[in-house]
Protein backbone atom coordinates (compact mmCIF):
# COMPACT_ATOMS: atom_id res chain seq x y z
CA UNK A 1 0.00 0.00 0.00
CA UNK A 2 1.56 3.59 -1.05
CA UNK A 3 0.12 6.60 1.03
CA UNK A 4 -0.72 9.20 -0.91
CA UNK A 5 0.44 7.48 -4.30
CA UNK A 6 -1.04 7.84 -7.58
CA UNK A 7 -2.23 5.69 -10.64
CA UNK A 8 -0.95 6.96 -14.04
CA UNK A 9 -1.69 5.84 -17.67
CA UNK A 10 -0.02 2.84 -18.72
CA UNK A 11 1.20 1.40 -15.09
CA UNK A 12 1.49 -2.42 -14.70
CA UNK A 13 -1.94 -3.21 -13.25
CA UNK A 14 -3.60 -4.48 -16.14
CA UNK A 15 -7.52 -5.49 -14.40
CA UNK A 16 -7.51 -2.00 -13.87
CA UNK A 17 -11.11 -0.97 -15.65
CA UNK A 18 -9.86 2.74 -17.06
CA UNK A 19 -13.07 1.97 -19.65
CA UNK A 20 -15.60 2.04 -16.97
CA UNK A 21 -14.40 4.96 -15.10
CA UNK A 22 -17.33 6.69 -14.39
CA UNK A 23 -18.28 10.19 -15.81
CA UNK A 24 -16.70 13.43 -14.16
CA UNK A 25 -18.06 15.57 -12.01
CA UNK A 26 -17.14 18.84 -14.23
CA UNK A 27 -14.49 19.28 -16.77
CA UNK A 28 -11.61 18.57 -13.80
CA UNK A 29 -9.77 16.01 -15.13
CA UNK A 30 -8.32 15.24 -11.20
CA UNK A 31 -6.47 12.22 -13.04
CA UNK A 32 -4.12 14.97 -14.72
CA UNK A 33 -3.98 16.74 -11.92
CA UNK A 34 -3.09 13.78 -9.85
CA UNK A 35 -0.35 13.38 -12.06
CA UNK A 36 1.19 16.64 -12.24
CA UNK A 37 4.29 17.90 -10.70
CA UNK A 38 2.86 20.01 -7.81
CA UNK A 39 0.88 17.84 -7.15
CA UNK A 40 3.09 14.75 -6.27
CA UNK A 41 5.85 16.80 -4.85
CA UNK A 42 3.19 17.85 -1.85
CA UNK A 43 2.03 14.03 -1.11
CA UNK A 44 5.41 13.12 -0.94
CA UNK A 45 6.31 15.48 0.71
CA UNK A 46 3.40 15.25 3.54
CA UNK A 47 3.75 11.17 3.15
CA UNK A 48 7.83 12.36 4.55
CA UNK A 49 6.54 13.88 7.34
CA UNK A 50 3.46 12.42 8.62
CA UNK A 51 4.36 8.47 8.18
CA UNK A 52 7.82 8.62 10.54
CA UNK A 53 6.13 10.82 12.97
CA UNK A 54 3.12 8.26 13.23
CA UNK A 55 5.89 5.12 13.38
CA UNK A 56 7.56 7.55 16.36
CA UNK A 57 4.67 8.06 18.47
CA UNK A 58 2.91 4.53 18.40
CA UNK A 59 6.32 3.02 19.27
CA UNK A 60 6.36 5.69 21.71
CA UNK A 61 2.70 4.97 23.29
CA UNK A 62 2.88 1.32 23.18
CA UNK A 63 6.41 1.26 24.93
CA UNK A 64 4.49 2.06 28.16
CA UNK A 65 2.22 -0.61 28.58
CA UNK A 66 4.96 -3.26 27.46
CA UNK A 67 7.28 -1.95 29.48
CA UNK A 68 5.22 -1.73 32.58
CA UNK A 69 3.57 -5.12 31.75
CA UNK A 70 6.74 -7.10 30.88
CA UNK A 71 9.23 -5.74 32.92
CA UNK A 72 9.90 -3.46 36.51
CA UNK A 73 12.18 -0.93 35.22
CA UNK A 74 10.11 1.78 34.95
CA UNK A 75 9.80 0.76 38.95
CA UNK A 76 12.80 2.85 40.26
CA UNK A 77 12.68 5.86 41.79
CA UNK A 78 13.41 9.22 39.28
CA UNK A 79 13.29 12.21 41.30
CA UNK A 80 12.00 11.56 45.20
CA UNK A 81 8.80 9.25 45.68
CA UNK A 82 8.03 9.78 41.91
CA UNK A 83 9.12 6.34 39.32
CA UNK A 84 9.87 6.69 36.15
CA UNK A 85 6.65 4.94 35.05
CA UNK A 86 5.21 8.83 36.00
CA UNK A 87 8.16 10.39 33.94
CA UNK A 88 7.10 8.19 31.04
CA UNK A 89 3.53 9.19 31.29
CA UNK A 90 3.63 12.79 31.54
CA UNK A 91 6.37 12.44 28.50
CA UNK A 92 3.62 11.28 26.28
CA UNK A 93 1.64 14.50 27.21
CA UNK A 94 4.69 16.49 26.27
CA UNK A 95 5.33 14.45 23.11
CA UNK A 96 1.69 15.29 22.09
CA UNK A 97 1.83 18.92 22.57
CA UNK A 98 5.04 18.78 21.30
CA UNK A 99 4.05 17.16 17.72
CA UNK A 100 0.82 19.18 17.70
CA UNK A 101 2.81 22.26 17.21
CA UNK A 102 5.15 20.63 14.45
CA UNK A 103 1.78 19.45 12.80
CA UNK A 104 0.63 22.81 12.79
CA UNK A 105 3.26 24.68 11.54
CA UNK A 106 4.53 22.35 8.79
CA UNK A 107 1.10 22.18 7.42
CA UNK A 108 0.38 25.79 6.83
CA UNK A 109 3.50 25.45 4.34
CA UNK A 110 1.09 22.76 2.67
CA UNK A 111 -2.26 24.97 2.71
CA UNK A 112 -0.07 27.64 0.35
CA UNK A 113 0.93 24.74 -2.07
CA UNK A 114 -2.48 23.66 -2.01
CA UNK A 115 -3.78 26.90 -2.98
CA UNK A 116 -1.63 26.95 -5.48
CA UNK A 117 -2.56 23.49 -7.13
CA UNK A 118 -5.89 24.75 -7.22
CA UNK A 119 -5.17 27.90 -8.76
CA UNK A 120 -2.56 26.49 -11.37
CA UNK A 121 -3.66 23.14 -12.09
CA UNK A 122 -7.45 22.88 -11.06
CA UNK A 123 -8.93 26.35 -12.08
CA UNK A 124 -6.20 27.35 -14.71
CA UNK A 125 -6.12 23.74 -16.25
CA UNK B 1 -30.99 16.93 48.00
CA UNK B 2 -30.13 20.16 49.51
CA UNK B 3 -31.03 24.08 47.88
CA UNK B 4 -28.11 24.88 46.55
CA UNK B 5 -27.94 21.90 44.62
CA UNK B 6 -31.77 22.35 43.42
CA UNK B 7 -30.46 25.78 42.04
CA UNK B 8 -27.81 25.07 40.52
CA UNK B 9 -29.59 22.09 38.77
CA UNK B 10 -32.24 23.88 37.55
CA UNK B 11 -29.93 26.38 36.38
CA UNK B 12 -28.26 24.05 33.63
CA UNK B 13 -31.25 22.97 32.83
CA UNK B 14 -32.99 26.61 31.92
CA UNK B 15 -29.59 27.82 30.42
CA UNK B 16 -29.48 24.75 28.34
CA UNK B 17 -33.20 25.10 27.33
CA UNK B 18 -32.14 29.00 25.80
CA UNK B 19 -29.87 27.81 24.12
CA UNK B 20 -32.05 25.13 22.51
CA UNK B 21 -34.46 28.18 21.89
CA UNK B 22 -32.21 30.28 20.05
CA UNK B 23 -30.94 27.27 17.77
CA UNK B 24 -33.85 26.34 16.96
CA UNK B 25 -34.39 29.92 15.22
CA UNK B 26 -31.46 29.82 13.23
CA UNK B 27 -32.34 25.28 12.13
CA UNK B 28 -34.14 26.00 9.22
CA UNK B 29 -32.47 23.10 6.39
CA UNK B 30 -30.58 19.62 6.86
CA UNK B 31 -27.02 21.47 7.06
CA UNK B 32 -28.30 23.28 9.61
CA UNK B 33 -29.25 20.41 11.43
CA UNK B 34 -26.55 17.91 10.82
CA UNK B 35 -23.56 20.21 11.17
CA UNK B 36 -24.93 23.82 12.65
CA UNK B 37 -24.34 24.64 9.10
CA UNK B 38 -20.43 24.22 9.20
CA UNK B 39 -20.20 27.60 10.78
CA UNK B 40 -18.36 26.68 14.44
CA UNK B 41 -14.90 28.54 14.29
CA UNK B 42 -12.02 26.50 15.55
CA UNK B 43 -11.74 27.26 18.77
CA UNK B 44 -15.93 26.83 19.62
CA UNK B 45 -15.42 23.28 17.77
CA UNK B 46 -12.36 22.68 19.89
CA UNK B 47 -14.09 22.85 22.64
CA UNK B 48 -16.96 20.68 22.04
CA UNK B 49 -14.59 17.78 20.52
CA UNK B 50 -12.97 18.53 24.16
CA UNK B 51 -16.64 18.12 25.29
CA UNK B 52 -17.93 15.33 23.38
CA UNK B 53 -14.58 13.14 24.83
CA UNK B 54 -14.81 14.62 28.60
CA UNK B 55 -17.77 12.54 29.46
CA UNK B 56 -19.11 11.32 32.63
CA UNK B 57 -17.08 8.55 32.05
CA UNK B 58 -13.60 10.14 31.71
CA UNK B 59 -14.59 12.61 34.42
CA UNK B 60 -15.86 10.50 37.19
CA UNK B 61 -14.63 7.36 35.45
CA UNK B 62 -10.76 8.30 35.46
CA UNK B 63 -10.53 10.39 38.77
CA UNK B 64 -12.12 6.99 40.98
CA UNK B 65 -9.48 4.88 38.79
CA UNK B 66 -6.53 6.34 39.73
CA UNK B 67 -8.29 7.11 43.43
CA UNK B 68 -8.43 3.48 43.50
CA UNK B 69 -5.74 1.97 41.07
CA UNK B 70 -3.14 4.98 41.26
CA UNK B 71 -1.20 4.36 38.29
CA UNK B 72 -3.08 2.21 36.79
CA UNK B 73 -6.19 4.42 36.14
CA UNK B 74 -3.81 7.24 34.63
CA UNK B 75 -3.37 4.40 31.54
CA UNK B 76 -6.99 5.87 29.98
CA UNK B 77 -5.75 9.02 30.29
CA UNK B 78 -2.60 8.49 28.31
CA UNK B 79 -4.20 6.28 25.72
CA UNK B 80 -7.14 8.76 25.32
CA UNK B 81 -4.45 11.61 24.91
CA UNK B 82 -2.92 9.97 22.42
CA UNK B 83 -5.50 9.10 20.10
CA UNK B 84 -5.88 12.64 19.26
CA UNK B 85 -2.10 12.57 17.50
CA UNK B 86 -3.67 9.61 15.41
CA UNK B 87 -6.88 11.63 14.68
CA UNK B 88 -4.93 14.82 13.76
CA UNK B 89 -2.08 13.04 11.87
CA UNK B 90 -4.52 10.33 9.85
CA UNK B 91 -8.15 11.60 9.90
CA UNK B 92 -8.97 15.14 10.26
CA UNK B 93 -8.31 17.22 7.25
CA UNK B 94 -8.99 14.17 4.65
CA UNK B 95 -12.35 13.72 6.16
CA UNK B 96 -12.91 17.23 6.03
CA UNK B 97 -12.36 17.53 2.87
CA UNK B 98 -13.95 14.45 1.68
CA UNK B 99 -17.09 14.50 4.01
CA UNK B 100 -20.29 16.22 3.90
CA UNK B 101 -22.47 15.51 7.05
CA UNK B 102 -21.76 12.18 8.29
CA UNK B 103 -18.64 9.12 7.84
CA UNK B 104 -20.99 7.30 5.13
CA UNK B 105 -20.31 10.41 2.62
CA UNK B 106 -16.79 10.47 3.61
CA UNK B 107 -16.91 6.71 2.71
CA UNK B 108 -18.65 7.34 -0.11
CA UNK B 109 -16.64 10.10 -1.88
CA UNK B 110 -14.92 7.06 -3.60
CA UNK B 111 -17.64 4.68 -4.14
CA UNK B 112 -21.06 5.18 -5.29
CA UNK B 113 -22.06 2.15 -3.83
CA UNK B 114 -25.15 1.67 -1.36
CA UNK B 115 -24.27 -1.10 0.05
CA UNK B 116 -20.83 0.63 1.31
CA UNK B 117 -23.25 3.31 2.74
CA UNK B 118 -25.74 1.05 4.56
CA UNK B 119 -22.32 -1.00 6.03
CA UNK B 120 -20.92 2.29 7.32
CA UNK B 121 -24.12 3.48 8.86
CA UNK B 122 -24.93 -0.02 10.09
CA UNK B 123 -21.98 0.31 12.27
CA UNK B 124 -22.39 3.56 13.17
CA UNK B 125 -25.86 2.93 14.62
CA UNK B 126 -24.04 0.16 16.19
CA UNK B 127 -20.80 2.20 18.40
CA UNK B 128 -23.94 5.20 18.64
CA UNK B 129 -26.19 2.56 20.59
CA UNK B 130 -23.52 0.94 23.05
CA UNK B 131 -21.88 3.93 24.03
CA UNK B 132 -25.50 5.54 24.41
CA UNK B 133 -26.69 2.57 26.41
CA UNK B 134 -23.24 3.11 28.69
CA UNK B 135 -23.82 7.02 29.35
CA UNK B 136 -27.72 6.66 30.06
CA UNK B 137 -26.93 3.75 32.28
CA UNK B 138 -24.01 5.79 33.92
CA UNK B 139 -26.12 8.85 33.98
CA UNK B 140 -29.28 7.35 35.91
CA UNK B 141 -26.95 5.41 38.29
CA UNK B 142 -25.41 8.93 39.30
CA UNK B 143 -27.90 10.66 39.34
CA UNK B 144 -29.86 8.44 41.64
CA UNK B 145 -26.38 8.70 43.77
CA UNK B 146 -26.36 12.39 43.44
CA UNK B 147 -29.75 13.67 43.80
CA UNK B 148 -31.21 10.70 45.18
CA UNK B 149 -34.48 9.79 42.87
CA UNK B 150 -34.94 6.54 41.32
CA UNK B 151 -33.14 5.18 38.70
CA UNK B 152 -35.95 5.23 35.83
CA UNK B 153 -36.84 8.59 36.74
CA UNK B 154 -33.42 9.60 36.71
CA UNK B 155 -33.17 7.73 32.96
CA UNK B 156 -36.15 9.67 31.59
CA UNK B 157 -35.17 13.06 32.91
CA UNK B 158 -32.32 12.76 31.01
CA UNK B 159 -34.29 11.25 27.86
CA UNK B 160 -36.13 14.19 27.75
CA UNK B 161 -33.58 16.82 27.61
CA UNK B 162 -31.64 15.19 25.41
CA UNK B 163 -34.20 14.51 22.82
CA UNK B 164 -35.56 18.33 23.55
CA UNK B 165 -31.99 19.54 22.55
CA UNK B 166 -31.36 17.53 19.29
CA UNK B 167 -35.53 17.86 18.30
CA UNK B 168 -35.47 21.05 17.84
CA UNK B 169 -32.00 22.63 18.39
CA UNK B 170 -29.66 20.14 16.53
CA UNK B 171 -26.52 20.37 15.87
CA UNK B 172 -26.14 23.90 16.71
CA UNK B 173 -27.86 23.29 20.03
CA UNK B 174 -25.88 19.93 20.91
CA UNK B 175 -22.25 22.01 20.17
CA UNK B 176 -23.33 25.15 22.14
CA UNK B 177 -24.65 23.29 25.09
CA UNK B 178 -21.54 21.21 24.78
CA UNK B 179 -19.54 24.05 24.78
CA UNK B 180 -20.83 25.48 27.72
CA UNK B 181 -20.26 22.12 29.55
CA UNK B 182 -16.81 22.09 28.63
CA UNK B 183 -15.97 25.41 30.29
CA UNK B 184 -17.99 24.57 33.29
CA UNK B 185 -16.31 21.23 33.40
CA UNK B 186 -12.56 22.67 32.91
CA UNK B 187 -13.18 25.31 35.60
CA UNK B 188 -14.89 22.62 38.13
CA UNK B 189 -11.87 20.52 37.64
CA UNK B 190 -9.32 23.72 38.10
CA UNK B 191 -10.67 24.48 41.15
CA UNK B 192 -10.59 21.11 42.77
CA UNK B 193 -6.67 20.30 41.68
CA UNK B 194 -6.10 23.32 42.77
CA UNK B 195 -7.66 22.95 46.13
CA UNK B 196 -5.71 19.59 46.38
CA UNK B 197 -2.38 21.20 45.40
CA UNK B 198 -2.82 23.41 48.19
CA UNK B 199 -3.43 20.89 50.55
CA UNK B 200 -0.18 19.42 49.54
CA UNK B 201 2.02 22.97 49.99
CA UNK B 202 1.77 23.22 46.22
CA UNK B 203 4.50 20.66 46.23
CA UNK B 204 4.53 17.46 43.88
CA UNK B 205 7.23 15.80 45.52
CA UNK B 206 4.63 16.07 48.76
CA UNK B 207 1.73 14.74 46.72
CA UNK B 208 3.93 11.72 46.09
CA UNK B 209 5.13 11.08 49.53
CA UNK B 210 1.65 11.58 51.28
CA UNK B 211 -0.03 9.22 48.85
CA UNK B 212 2.78 6.82 49.01
CA UNK B 213 1.46 6.39 52.52
CA UNK B 214 -2.03 7.66 52.51
CA UNK B 215 -3.83 4.33 50.69
CA UNK B 216 -4.01 0.34 52.16
CA UNK B 217 -2.06 -0.20 48.71
CA UNK B 218 0.84 1.43 50.32
CA UNK B 219 3.89 1.84 47.68
CA UNK B 220 2.42 0.07 44.58
CA UNK B 221 -0.73 2.36 44.57
CA UNK B 222 2.39 4.65 42.63
CA UNK B 223 3.40 1.83 40.56
CA UNK B 224 1.55 0.09 37.50
CA UNK B 225 0.17 -3.21 38.12
CA UNK B 226 -2.24 -2.71 40.26
CA UNK B 227 -5.30 -3.56 38.18
CA UNK B 228 -4.10 -4.71 34.84
CA UNK B 229 -2.16 -7.86 35.14
CA UNK B 230 -2.34 -9.37 32.71
CA UNK B 231 0.03 -7.93 29.98
CA UNK B 232 -2.23 -8.88 26.45
CA UNK B 233 -5.31 -7.39 27.75
CA UNK B 234 -3.49 -4.67 29.24
CA UNK B 235 -1.84 -3.51 25.65
CA UNK B 236 -5.21 -4.64 23.97
CA UNK B 237 -7.27 -2.19 25.90
CA UNK B 238 -4.62 1.01 24.71
CA UNK B 239 -4.60 -0.34 21.25
CA UNK B 240 -8.56 0.11 21.72
CA UNK B 241 -8.14 3.45 23.52
CA UNK B 242 -5.77 4.98 20.99
CA UNK B 243 -6.96 3.68 17.45
CA UNK B 244 -10.77 3.73 18.29
CA UNK B 245 -11.20 7.76 19.30
CA UNK B 246 -10.44 8.03 15.03
CA UNK B 247 -13.20 5.90 14.54
CA UNK B 248 -15.93 6.91 17.08
CA UNK B 249 -19.08 8.39 14.80
CA UNK B 250 -19.99 11.38 17.02
CA UNK B 251 -16.67 12.57 17.33
CA UNK B 252 -15.88 12.22 13.48
CA UNK B 253 -18.92 13.91 13.18
CA UNK B 254 -17.29 17.33 14.63
CA UNK B 255 -15.59 18.08 11.72
CA UNK B 256 -18.19 18.18 9.67
CA UNK B 257 -19.02 21.33 11.57
CA UNK B 258 -16.24 23.30 10.14
CA UNK B 259 -16.14 25.54 7.22
CA UNK B 260 -12.74 23.96 5.98
CA UNK B 261 -9.31 21.57 6.80
CA UNK B 262 -7.83 24.50 8.42
CA UNK B 263 -10.33 25.13 10.89
CA UNK B 264 -10.67 21.55 11.93
CA UNK B 265 -6.60 21.23 11.88
CA UNK B 266 -7.19 24.02 14.53
CA UNK B 267 -9.91 22.37 16.34
CA UNK B 268 -7.59 20.05 17.11
CA UNK B 269 -5.03 21.81 18.50
CA UNK B 270 -7.93 23.25 21.03
CA UNK B 271 -9.18 20.12 21.89
CA UNK B 272 -5.57 18.72 22.52
CA UNK B 273 -4.44 21.47 24.95
CA UNK B 274 -8.07 21.09 27.06
CA UNK B 275 -8.34 17.45 26.89
CA UNK B 276 -4.65 17.64 27.85
CA UNK B 277 -4.63 19.55 30.64
CA UNK B 278 -7.59 17.64 31.97
CA UNK B 279 -5.74 14.62 32.10
CA UNK B 280 -3.17 15.71 33.87
CA UNK B 281 -5.29 17.10 36.38
CA UNK B 282 -7.20 14.25 36.49
CA UNK B 283 -3.90 13.01 38.80
CA UNK B 284 -4.68 15.68 41.49
CA UNK B 285 -8.23 14.38 41.23
CA UNK B 286 -7.04 10.45 42.02
CA UNK B 287 -4.62 11.36 44.46
CA UNK B 288 -7.01 13.92 46.05
CA UNK B 289 -10.16 11.20 46.44
CA UNK B 290 -7.92 8.55 47.55
CA UNK B 291 -5.62 10.77 50.34
CA UNK B 292 -8.93 13.17 51.47
CA UNK B 293 -12.06 10.98 51.18
CA UNK B 294 -10.25 7.64 51.50
CA UNK B 295 -10.56 4.05 49.53
CA UNK B 296 -13.18 2.99 51.80
CA UNK B 297 -16.03 5.80 51.48
CA UNK B 298 -15.34 5.98 47.84
CA UNK B 299 -16.27 2.22 47.44
CA UNK B 300 -19.51 2.62 49.76
CA UNK B 301 -20.76 5.41 47.76
CA UNK B 302 -20.36 3.49 44.51
CA UNK B 303 -17.82 0.71 44.10
CA UNK B 304 -16.68 1.47 40.51
CA UNK B 305 -15.22 4.63 42.27
CA UNK B 306 -17.50 6.55 39.85
CA UNK B 307 -18.23 9.04 43.16
CA UNK B 308 -14.57 9.95 43.90
CA UNK B 309 -14.61 13.41 41.95
CA UNK B 310 -17.95 14.64 43.96
CA UNK B 311 -16.96 13.01 47.66
CA UNK B 312 -13.50 14.88 46.76
CA UNK B 313 -15.20 18.02 46.05
CA UNK B 314 -17.39 17.67 49.18
CA UNK B 315 -14.57 17.42 51.36
CA UNK B 316 -12.68 19.95 50.44
CA UNK B 317 -15.46 22.69 49.49
CA UNK B 318 -18.24 21.51 51.43
CA UNK B 319 -22.06 21.55 50.23
CA UNK B 320 -21.46 24.70 47.02
CA UNK B 321 -18.78 22.76 45.56
CA UNK B 322 -20.06 19.39 45.53
CA UNK B 323 -23.28 20.74 44.24
CA UNK B 324 -21.28 22.82 41.52
CA UNK B 325 -19.49 19.57 40.51
CA UNK B 326 -23.13 17.18 40.36
CA UNK B 327 -24.54 19.95 38.17
CA UNK B 328 -21.85 20.06 35.84
CA UNK B 329 -21.66 16.31 36.20
CA UNK B 330 -25.08 16.36 35.08
CA UNK B 331 -24.60 18.68 32.33
CA UNK B 332 -21.80 16.53 30.77
CA UNK B 333 -24.37 13.39 30.68
CA UNK B 334 -26.63 16.05 28.73
CA UNK B 335 -24.38 17.13 26.04
CA UNK B 336 -22.93 13.84 25.58
CA UNK B 337 -26.14 11.90 24.81
CA UNK B 338 -27.09 14.86 22.91
CA UNK B 339 -24.50 14.26 20.49
CA UNK B 340 -24.94 10.92 20.20
CA UNK B 341 -28.44 11.05 19.26
CA UNK B 342 -27.46 13.48 16.83
CA UNK B 343 -25.19 10.93 15.26
CA UNK B 344 -27.40 7.97 15.05
CA UNK B 345 -30.00 10.49 13.53
CA UNK B 346 -27.75 11.46 10.56
CA UNK B 347 -26.99 7.72 10.09
CA UNK B 348 -30.68 7.06 9.95
CA UNK B 349 -32.03 10.05 7.91
CA UNK B 350 -29.15 11.00 6.05
CA UNK B 351 -27.63 7.61 4.90
CA UNK B 352 -30.65 5.14 5.10
CA UNK B 353 -33.02 7.40 4.22
CA UNK B 354 -32.40 10.45 2.29
CA UNK B 355 -29.15 8.50 0.09
CA UNK B 356 -30.45 5.12 0.41
CA UNK B 357 -34.00 5.26 0.41
CA UNK B 358 -34.74 8.55 -1.82
CA UNK B 359 -31.15 8.21 -3.61
CA UNK B 360 -30.15 11.02 -2.74
CA UNK B 361 -33.40 13.25 -4.03
CA UNK B 362 -34.96 13.87 -0.99
CA UNK B 363 -36.06 17.73 -0.32
CA UNK B 364 -34.50 19.63 2.32
CA UNK B 365 -38.36 19.57 4.13
CA UNK B 366 -38.36 15.75 3.83
CA UNK B 367 -35.25 15.40 4.85
CA UNK B 368 -35.39 17.64 7.66
CA UNK B 369 -38.73 16.16 8.70
CA UNK B 370 -36.95 12.37 8.59
CA UNK B 371 -34.09 13.56 10.91
CA UNK B 372 -36.41 14.65 13.36
CA UNK B 373 -37.98 11.58 13.39
CA UNK B 374 -34.77 9.87 13.94
CA UNK B 375 -33.94 11.35 16.46
CA UNK B 376 -37.00 10.75 18.53
CA UNK B 377 -36.90 6.97 17.85
CA UNK B 378 -33.21 6.72 17.99
CA UNK B 379 -33.83 8.24 22.00
CA UNK B 380 -37.12 5.89 22.78
CA UNK B 381 -35.35 3.40 21.92
CA UNK B 382 -32.27 3.88 23.68
CA UNK B 383 -34.20 4.90 26.87
CA UNK B 384 -35.86 1.24 26.63
CA UNK B 385 -32.50 -0.19 26.47
CA UNK B 386 -31.12 1.91 28.98
CA UNK B 387 -34.00 1.16 31.51
CA UNK B 388 -33.78 -2.44 31.23
CA UNK B 389 -30.26 -2.68 31.38
CA UNK B 390 -29.67 -1.08 34.63
CA UNK B 391 -27.55 -3.87 36.33
CA UNK B 392 -25.00 -4.09 33.14
CA UNK B 393 -21.60 -3.20 33.68
CA UNK B 394 -20.84 0.25 31.54
CA UNK B 395 -17.12 0.18 31.13
CA UNK B 396 -17.27 -2.84 29.08
CA UNK B 397 -19.96 -1.25 27.18
CA UNK B 398 -17.32 2.09 26.31
CA UNK B 399 -14.47 -0.08 25.64
CA UNK B 400 -16.26 -2.29 23.19
CA UNK B 401 -17.51 0.81 21.29
CA UNK B 402 -14.26 1.72 21.14
CA UNK B 403 -13.01 -2.03 20.13
CA UNK B 404 -16.01 -1.92 17.63
CA UNK B 405 -14.85 1.82 16.05
CA UNK B 406 -11.01 0.87 15.84
CA UNK B 407 -11.82 -2.30 14.08
CA UNK B 408 -14.39 -1.45 12.04
CA UNK B 409 -14.71 1.95 11.03
CA UNK B 410 -10.71 3.09 11.07
CA UNK B 411 -9.56 0.40 8.56
CA UNK B 412 -12.05 1.60 6.40
CA UNK B 413 -11.21 5.35 7.18
CA UNK B 414 -7.55 5.25 6.50
CA UNK B 415 -7.68 2.45 3.61
CA UNK B 416 -10.18 4.98 1.43
CA UNK B 417 -8.02 7.70 2.01
CA UNK B 418 -4.73 6.40 1.09
CA UNK B 419 -5.13 3.14 -0.63
CA UNK B 420 -4.98 3.63 -4.63
CA UNK B 421 -6.22 0.07 -5.34
CA UNK B 422 -8.89 -0.36 -2.44
CA UNK B 423 -12.46 -0.95 -3.66
CA UNK B 424 -16.11 -1.48 -2.69
CA UNK B 425 -15.71 -5.08 -1.75
CA UNK B 426 -12.84 -4.28 0.47
CA UNK B 427 -14.93 -1.55 1.62
CA UNK B 428 -17.50 -3.38 3.16
CA UNK B 429 -15.33 -6.32 3.62
CA UNK B 430 -13.43 -4.31 6.03
CA UNK B 431 -16.27 -3.05 8.37
CA UNK B 432 -17.70 -6.69 8.36
CA UNK B 433 -14.95 -8.13 9.64
CA UNK B 434 -13.98 -5.29 11.91
CA UNK B 435 -17.80 -5.50 13.07
CA UNK B 436 -18.61 -8.89 13.43
CA UNK B 437 -15.21 -9.90 15.00
CA UNK B 438 -15.00 -7.31 17.89
CA UNK B 439 -18.96 -8.50 18.50
CA UNK B 440 -18.36 -12.21 18.61
CA UNK B 441 -15.09 -12.02 20.71
CA UNK B 442 -16.79 -9.85 23.35
CA UNK B 443 -19.64 -11.98 23.05
CA UNK B 444 -17.23 -15.15 24.29
CA UNK B 445 -14.88 -12.80 26.70
CA UNK B 446 -14.64 -12.64 30.44
CA UNK B 447 -17.07 -10.02 30.20
CA UNK B 448 -19.93 -12.30 29.23
CA UNK B 449 -18.96 -15.66 30.15
CA UNK B 450 -17.49 -16.10 33.96
CA UNK B 451 -17.19 -19.48 35.61
CA UNK B 452 -17.75 -17.48 39.05
CA UNK B 453 -21.58 -16.85 39.56
CA UNK B 454 -22.34 -13.30 39.20
CA UNK B 455 -19.25 -11.69 37.88
CA UNK B 456 -20.11 -11.61 34.63
CA UNK B 457 -23.86 -12.02 32.52
CA UNK B 458 -23.30 -15.47 32.45
CA UNK B 459 -22.11 -18.40 34.41
CA UNK B 460 -19.09 -20.20 31.47
CA UNK B 461 -16.34 -21.02 30.75
CA UNK B 462 -14.73 -17.87 28.56
CA UNK B 463 -13.91 -19.14 25.09
CA UNK B 464 -11.63 -15.99 24.64
CA UNK B 465 -9.49 -14.78 27.13
CA UNK B 466 -8.84 -11.22 26.80
CA UNK B 467 -11.41 -8.56 28.16
CA UNK B 468 -10.92 -6.73 25.19
CA UNK B 469 -10.49 -7.88 21.97
CA UNK B 470 -8.98 -4.88 20.15
CA UNK B 471 -5.72 -6.59 19.42
CA UNK B 472 -7.15 -9.65 17.20
CA UNK B 473 -10.47 -7.37 16.03
CA UNK B 474 -8.62 -4.53 14.48
CA UNK B 475 -6.00 -6.65 12.55
CA UNK B 476 -8.61 -8.67 11.44
CA UNK B 477 -10.44 -5.20 9.96
CA UNK B 478 -7.41 -4.06 8.27
CA UNK B 479 -7.05 -7.77 7.18
CA UNK B 480 -10.61 -8.12 5.83
CA UNK B 481 -10.37 -4.79 3.52
CA UNK B 482 -7.35 -6.25 1.85
CA UNK B 483 -8.22 -9.35 1.13
CA UNK B 484 -11.85 -8.39 -0.24
CA UNK B 485 -9.69 -5.85 -2.47
CA UNK B 486 -7.38 -8.67 -3.94
CA UNK B 487 -10.02 -11.18 -4.45
CA UNK B 488 -12.41 -8.50 -5.99
CA UNK B 489 -10.78 -7.51 -9.50
CA UNK B 490 -13.02 -4.28 -9.65
CA UNK B 491 -10.63 -0.98 -9.94
CA UNK B 492 -11.17 2.24 -10.14
CA UNK B 493 -7.99 4.76 -10.33
CA UNK B 494 -9.71 7.50 -11.83
CA UNK B 495 -11.78 8.25 -8.62
CA UNK B 496 -8.82 7.44 -6.51
CA UNK B 497 -7.08 10.32 -8.19
CA UNK B 498 -10.24 12.46 -7.39
CA UNK B 499 -10.42 11.80 -3.46
CA UNK B 500 -6.18 12.00 -3.81
CA UNK B 501 -6.90 15.58 -5.12
CA UNK B 502 -9.92 16.94 -3.20
CA UNK B 503 -8.48 15.38 0.63
CA UNK B 504 -5.15 17.48 -0.24
CA UNK B 505 -5.87 20.11 -1.97
CA UNK B 506 -9.98 20.50 0.07
CA UNK B 507 -11.04 21.40 -3.30
CA UNK B 508 -14.91 21.41 -3.75
CA UNK B 509 -16.86 23.20 -6.87
Known amino acids: MKVGSVYTEGSTAPEVEQRTAPVQKGDIDFARVAQSNRFRTLTEKKKKFILPLTVFFLVFYFSLPILTSYTNVLERPAIGDISWAWIYAVAQFIMTWVLCIVYVRRFQKFDKDAEEIIETEIKGG | ?509
Open chain 2, 1 to 509: MSTTVIVLFLSIVLLTLYITWWAAKRTTNAGEFYTAGGGLTGWQNGLAIAGDYLSAASFLGIAGMIALFGFDGFFYSIGFLIAYLVVMFLVAEPLRNLGKYTLADMINSRFDAKKVRAAAAFSTITIVIFYMIAQLVGAGALIQLLFGIPYWIAVLIVGVMMTIYVLFGGMTATSWVQIVKAVLLMLGTVVIAALVFARFDFSIMTMFSEVKTATSHGEAFLQPGLKYTVPLDTISLMLALVLGTAGLPHILMRFFTVKDAKTARSSVVTATWIVGIFYILTIFLGFGAAAFVGHDAIVAANSAGNMAAPLLAEALGGDLLMSFVSAVAFATILAVVAGLVLTGASAFAHDIYGQIIKKGQATQKQEMKAARQASLWVSVFSILLALGAQSLNVAFLVSLAFCVAASANLPVILYTIYWKRFNTTGAITAMLFGLISALVLVAVSPNVLSPEAGAAMFVGEPLFPLTNPAIVSVPLGFLGGWIGTVLSKEADARRFAEVSVRANTGYRE
